[in-house]
């Protein structure tokens, strides 16, 4: 009993600490799209000169005008499921077992998920669109309550493919924009006493696909005017300045707009209920641009670097404001739980946010936030022979990146059969555009992979930082090199700080026990290879 009583003391101090109750902790809602990189409006008043410049987030940007953005935001890993799997449970990615790899993912229970947290702390919890998992509400034990708020349908997924088909293409965008607007509808005027009339806060994910390929060829000019020859001179330099890659891109950045335009659906939801000011509303993306040169599943910035603004009208001071302080996605977890006045499980890694929001400085509010730790495993469990991996861990601080290949012998994107590397058959041009698992499985099928890889001869250098066999070690100078096109780990210049950096990097592995270096095959068999 005494040790209850003790429990209950310590939530009631934490909860008088954030000025919280039963009835007013914050709602918590997650805007999480699906291989969304950073890529928005704010952000080229930033960083001028990049894709940015092409596109229009009005909704994102007004948030984070509300709120606060964050500059480097970054994932545990470029890859959906061990991104989630981070996410959710406030940890990196090597430490989530199962869940930190792709295909054959599963959640052990045991691990905290903030969501399923939450519900047992008085929240009603939900999804619309691609699910939380693994630990996710379809996987878990709800006592017959509904967790999948899709009954008004799932086409927003393949945004241009059904607005692209439709006779009038702006009414087509309006249609699913609506399908958007009565799926959270149908979450926030569920029946029952828990509904948002009620006293219990609410956790909500939000998580559509459309950026996610496949898209419409022509549809980024088509459905939301971006021309793709505005984004000559604003591809990174290991990309082909060519109109392929150029369409391609805009495409992309047409469903980012889509999706944009999807929160503002939110915001009037909440709006209209009446729990936007009590709402914390969280904006981001589980990793960068798919099918591209060193996006998706890769240790650069392109993949790891995500968008990431809070708006919360009840716990952030001075709003406005953008901080450079390092954030790993992880850290919402902590900062979600903090929030609601609840204790954060000591197995988190991950640290709050709180402190951030309701700091009143810009740039880098905390010293301590001055590097994020990223890595990878497995992908697509068909990329190479034997279902293996592709072992990597990186540092990230404001000058360097530092990235550690844990088995160099092996393809960063997978076998290469039928391009001169191995035996096999030459693919066809179809099959790179539409079957990711044709060659380099890694490396999502794609207009761009596809140029890049019937190209190759006359443009071998291309290939290679797409596909290429990666050193041990890799060392870039961010500041000098920003698009890092020379590897520094052989300099003996800079011996001293790859050096440095590597006894960082591995010495926050070991303190979080990570397999990689505490046991370097368990991620090299079953059940992580079947």
Known sequence: MDRILSFALAVAVQCFALSCSAADRPNIVMAFADDWGKYASVYATLEPGGPSDVISTPNFDRLAADGVLFTRAYVSAPSCTPCRSSLLSGQHFWRCGRASILQGATWDFSN??????????????????????????ADAPHGGKRTSFN????????????????????????????????NVRS??????????????????????????????????????????????????????????????????LGEAQAFDASLGVIVEELRRVGQLNNTIL???????????????????????????????????????RVVDDFVSLPDLAPTFLQAAGESIPDVMTARSLVGILESEQDGQVDPARDAVFTGRERHVAEARAGNKPYPQRAIRTDQYLYIINFQPDRWPMGDAAGFGREDGPMPSLEPLRENTRSAFADLDASPTKAWVVLHREEDPQSFEYAVGRRPRFELYDIQADPHCMQNLASDVKHDATRQALHTRLMAELERTGDPRVSDDVVFERSPFTD
């Open 151 to 182: 009954s008004h349908g799932r086409r927003f997924n393949g945004f241009s493919q059904v607005a692209m088909k439709a006779k009038d293409r702006q009414a087509g965008k309006a249609m699913l924009l609506e399908e958007v607007r009565h």
């Open 187 to 252: 979450f926030l005027d569920a029946d029952g006493d828990q509904a948002v009339d009620g006293d219990a806060p609410f956790c909500y994910w939000f998580g559509p696909t459309n950026c996610h390929r496949k898209w419409i060829a022509g549809s980024g000019k088509a459905l939301w005017g971006i021309d793709p020859d505005d984004l000559k001179g604003k591809l990174p330099p290991y990309l082909p300045d060519v109109d392929v890659v150029r369409q391609d891109v805009a495409d992309y």
């Open 282 to 320: 969280v904006v981001s993306g589980d990793h960068g641009i798919p099918g591209v040169t060193r996006g998706k599943c890769n240790l650069y910035d392109l993949g790891t670097s995500v968008p990431l603004a809070i708006h919360w009208p009840g716990g952030i001071n001075n709003p406005g």
């Open 112 to 137: 905290p998920a903030y969501p399923l947290i939450l519900e047992k702390a008085g929240y009603r919890i939900g999804h619309t669109y691609k699910v939380w998992s693994p630990g996710s509400p």
